[in-house]
């Protein structure tokens, strides 16, 4: 729970640089609570949409909006397209960060504006700390540092003064302190390994791919058109027709409440920086931190936060026409039918529908036959899968569980004194070089014929452990 390094992957290496879930985490804690990872995790997932829903709601209704309005707003964040694709490659410490996004307004929003400022602005900066804790790759992060840095900015421009630029510059100084004073102990060594690795700059082409193309923008952004089928496997990052009508309809209606305006802007930007249009993303990679960072459309985060907000106002407005005042209730019941239609049912799904494809994951780690045994062999040794070479598709999602020790990993990590001088040597005479790092059994899908090795046992196939996934029956054997 504690360590900042996995001892079960890279040898045990202590890579205090990585940073890692840790106890201060929503995993971490359900981990600590239940001691069942699979538990902590699926769980996990469950409280971070809610928790995105319940930061929504409170925004919104922070901002003087009816609790009706900020329902329509929390189901838009928590159910469009572009977060729920989170779930398709398991992208939680995403999901982490999102989740409190909306509370960096909310409580930086109350610093530039009640008189007793301080203590909403040391909010905002453990809202900052807890999005490091909940989501240590920053994804989010850092676009919310950017969104919180564009709303000070818009704050002061509209109607400033001297006294205001003392007063946000306070805001803003409480903030990053609170912010960096929570946590250096994580930021210091992530910042030393973007400077050993290749990531300490990304190229342009790295962090130019996925683009926005505006061919797509109503397809990514909108409603996807889908044609026969109304709903499609897959991922894409819109709001919905209805989101976006009401979005459309509250920017016009009330465009002169500064909030809208700014929501508006937000909105705009995101997009602009997902197309690279202006060069704007091209200015931004040239920041420190930045630079480090992949794909242009990671800030369309930005674009959804602002969508369900500008939802809610459209709502408001659309409910205040004299028509639609008579029948307010059954037309709201009929919207929210709609809505929850639109972004929800005819959504994209992101996993197969026959549960006849799906596999129990504690099952496939009681049939991985082959692991079972070797957890099962007195003393303390390390193992190896012959097919991994390098961070890629690692098996350390199973030998884990079974307590067993890995000298590769799974991992986003390249770490060049491990990887490259170590490893990259020891590919040259396995049998010894793996055995100074106590290697005591190596897995294989194949029977090997290396001198310094000897065939143990075959063991029987596991049929429950993804059959349709090539790239990780290297996990299960059979070869020991």
């Known amino acids: 729970l504690w360590p900042l390094w996995d001892p079960f992957s890279f040898g045990g290496d202590p890579f205090l640089m990585k940073n890692a879930y840790g106890f201060d985490s929503v995993p971490g804690f359900l981990l600590f609570l239940f001691n069942d990872s699979i538990l902590a995790l699926k769980l996990s997932y469950v409280l971070l949409f809610f928790l995105a829903g319940i930061s929504m709601y409170a925004l919104v209704v922070s ?21 729920i694709k989170l779930l398709k490659w398991g992208w939680i410490t995403s999901l982490g960060g999102y989740a409190l996004l909306p509370l960096v307004i909310l409580f930086g929003r109350k610093a530039i504006k009640e008189e007793h400022w301080a203590t909403p602005s040391i909010i905002t900066g453990i809202v ?5 804790r909940f989501g240590p790759d920053m994804k989010i992060g850092l676009w919310a540092g ?14 400033f003064s001297k006294k205001k630029l003392a007063r946000y510059s306070l805001v803003a100084l409480v903030v990053l302190t609170v912010f960096f004073g929570l946590s250096l102990q994580r930021i210091i060594p992530q910042l030393d390994i973007l400077n050993l690795g290749a990531r300490s700059q990304t190229t342009w082409e790295q962090a130019s791919s996925r683009h926005l193309p505006a061919s797509q923008f109503w397809n990514r952004l909108v409603e996807p058109i889908r044609i026969p089928r109304i709903q499609g496997q897959g991922s894409g990052d819109h709001i919905g027709i209805i989101a976006f009508l009401l979005a459309i309809f509250g920017l016009w209606k009330v465009r002169k409440n500064k909030m809208v305006l700014f929501f508006g802007l937000l909105a705009l930007l995101s997009v602009f ?3 690279n249009t202006f060069g704007l993303y091209f200015a931004l990679w040239h920041l420190p931190l930045f630079k480090s960072m992949r794909y242009l459309d990671r800030s369309l985060f930005l674009f959804v936060m602002a969508g369900s907000v500008l939802a809610a106002y459209g709502a408001r407005e659309f409910f205040s026409l004299e028509k639609v005042k008579k029948k307010g209730g059954l037309i709201f019941s009929g919207l929210l039918a ?21 596999s129990d994951g504690k099952k496939v780690i009681e049939e991985n036959n082959v692991l079972q045994f070797v957890s099962k062999q ?8 012959w097919e991994t070479n390098g961070i890629d598709w690692g098996t350390n999602l199973w030998n884990a569980f079974l307590q067993l020790e890995h000298i590769y990993s799974y991992s986003s990590v390249w770490h060049p004194l491990y990887m490259n001088v170590y490893l990259g040597a020891s590919a040259n005479n396995p049998p010894k070089l793996w055995g100074l790092l106590n290697v005591k059994y190596v897995t294989s899908t194949q029977p090997l014929t290396i001198p310094g090795f000897r065939l143990i046992k075959e063991f029987p196939p596991c049929t429950v452990c993804f059959p349709d996934k090539p790239q990780i029956q290297k996990a299960w054997g059979p070869f020991l």
Not at 128 to 132: E, G, H, K, V
């Open 63 to 83: 901002l003087g909006l009816e609790r009706r309005y900020a329902l329509i707003a929390a189901l838009v964040f928590m159910l469009n397209a572009h977060v």
């Open 146 to 159: 950017l969104m919180f840095g564009i709303f000070l900015l818009f704050n002061l421009i509209i109607g």
């Open 128 to 132: 900052f700390a807890l999005m490091l």
């Open 378 to 385: 007195p003393g303390n040794f390390r193992i190896q899968t």
């Open 338 to 358: 709609l809505l929850l239609l639109n972004v929800w049912v005819f959504n994209f799904y992101h996993y197969s529908p026959s549960l006849q494809d799906w």
């Open 273 to 275: 920086l997902a197309n």
